[in-house]
């Protein structure tokens, strides 16, 4: 029953739909009347770390797959409806329409016409239009969170789609992603540094796809995502999945940079943490002038 609970809330997470059908139907029912509906975001479909290529050529043996660029940016969920009206929601179900006004302001340019509502997954990443490179995420987190408008943006964005989850009053939660991304690619336009389909490739070639993963490091990606193409390629809202795998530069010995840093401050824990230290500030030290630079905070537990 908790399964079901918890599945129904990740396609439609709204207690005023979900408790009265509860009280007035039973935990049953819930699947054939709580469903995904346009304008309440679902929870996105995640993919689990994995530590090298030959490991995702042996988890994914015998079925298709695809490779994607893993961008550095921040995930977004587009739902344009049939009146026009669009509205952007942040991997935590948040409203982020308001901070993303020229995402908005594309989506006219972006859709064919013969296309009337959708609801896009996606990566908003911060871009340097004149130079045609991605930015790194602190770039994008500059931008203020709400209330922008087109004259006060100081920092470009690109979206990149990679999953299609309803098309014209067509849920698409239950195809393939073979069949999702052909309804990806037959539904929008390319526009170069405002909205572009994620990079990838189709193999299961041990080398090609290594090439692959340098080629997205170097293009200012993460690394790659891999997901199965038509073999329990579903879209499995608000789950951290086995059908999509995550190969990311910092997983990997052989590409991830190390740091040598000096905590310089600490931070009173929380929660589970009251009572210890719960993160700490870590510093490098400038040679040039002497002093130690903050980098990053950390966090800490005791196990």
Wanted: charged share 25%; proline share 4%; glycine share 6%.
């Amino acid at each position: 029953a908790a399964k079901i609970i918890k599945e129904a809330y990740s396609v439609l997470p709204i207690y005023d739909k979900i408790v009265p059908t509860l009280l007035d139907a039973g935990v049953w029912k819930l699947p054939e009347t709580c469903n995904f509906s346009i304008g309440v975001p679902v929870g996105p479909m995640l993919a689990k770390a994995t530590k090298s290529v030959s490991e995702i050529i042996d988890k994914f043996q015998g079925r298709e797959y695809t490779c994607e660029y893993k961008y550095d940016g921040e995930r977004a969920q587009i739902h344009c409806m049939e009146d026009g009206t669009v509205e952007i929601y942040s991997r935590n179900a948040e409203r982020n329409t308001g901070k993303y006004p020229d995402v908005v302001d594309a989506i006219s340019r972006i859709r064919k016409p013969t296309v009337k509502s959708f609801v896009l997954d996606c990566e908003i990443v911060a871009y340097d239009r004149e130079k045609k490179r991605i930015l790194p995420f602190q770039i994008l987190s500059t931008r203020a969170r709400k209330g922008v408008t087109i004259n006060d943006i100081k920092v470009s964005v690109c979206t990149f789609g990679f999953d299609i989850l309803y098309i014209n009053g067509k849920p698409l939660l239950q195809e393939q992603l073979k069949v999702r991304r052909e309804h990806l690619y037959n539904s929008f336009e390319e526009v170069p540094g405002v909205f572009q389909l994620a990079t990838a490739i189709t193999s299961n070639d041990l080398e090609e796809i290594q090439k692959f993963l340098d080629l997205s490091v170097n293009s200012s990606c993460e690394g790659l995502i891999i997901k199965t193409l038509d073999t329990d390629a579903t879209y499995e809202p608000a789950k951290r999945s086995n059908n999509w795998l995550k190969l990311k530069k910092d997983y990997m010995d052989s590409v991830g940079d190390s740091l040598d840093l000096v905590p310089i401050a600490a931070f009173h824990g929380r929660g589970k943490r009251t009572g210890v230290y719960g993160s700490f500030l870590l510093a490098c030290y400038d040679e040039h002038n002497e002093e130690y630079q903050t980098i990053c905070n950390i966090g800490y537990w005791i196990f």
